[in-house]
């Protein structure tokens, strides 16, 4: 009997992230930030004058939105149901997902800036979910090094054969 060899550089000779503490952390920070976004995701969907959340629309001006409802599809559907489905694939150690989540953690930071650029008002949950997305990036880093090292390693052994 043979024993099975795996090829340079394909899928399954390069490591899947580990559910070490970064992993937990990240999965975690994800559900945090799904639960939270999708709530209001569907709040704004919901009622798009704002109202079930005491927004006044006006804070909208110099946006590209009249109201809510892109702003609300985007938080629900990008940074909820997106942050669950990556955490739910963390959670299988997909190879992506520590990648994916880095970049749902940047891009959460990048939401909460342009978002006070344009109301201009500030509150409590915009450093609490600035903070939180770049915990997310952060320990999204450190729980997807061994996968990407493992990438690089498969690749430049792949490319001297």
């Keep these: 009997m043979h024993a099975l060899t795996v090829a340079p550089g394909t899928p399954s000779s390069i490591p899947r992230p580990a559910l070490d503490r970064w ?14 976004a999708l ?5 704004l969907v919901a009622r798009p004058d704002g109202s079930v959340m005491h927004f ?36 299988r150690r997909a ?3 520590p990648f994916v989540a880095f970049a749902i953690g940047c891009g959460q930071m ?15 949950l915009h450093p609490t979910m600035f903070g939180i997305g770049l915990l997310i990036s952060m320990a999204a880093v450190a729980w997807g090094l061994p996968t990407f090292q493992g990438w690089r ?3 430049s052994t792949g490319a001297a054969r």
């Design 153 to 155: 390693r498969a690749r």
């Design 56 to 91: 006044d629309p006006t804070i909208l001006a110099g946006s590209p939105f009249s109201d809510f409802l892109g702003p609300g599809f985007i938080l629900g559907g990008l940074f909820g149901a997106g942050s669950l489905l990556v955490a739910a694939a963390g959670r």
């Design 39 to 43: 709530a209001g995701g569907v709040a």
């Design 110 to 124: 990048i939401w909460i800036l342009v978002e006070l650029a344009i109301i201009k008002e500030f509150s409590f």
């Design 23 to 36: 992993g937990v952390m990240t999965v975690v920070l994800l559900v945090v930030l799904g639960l939270g």
């Design 95 to 97: 190879r992506l997902a």
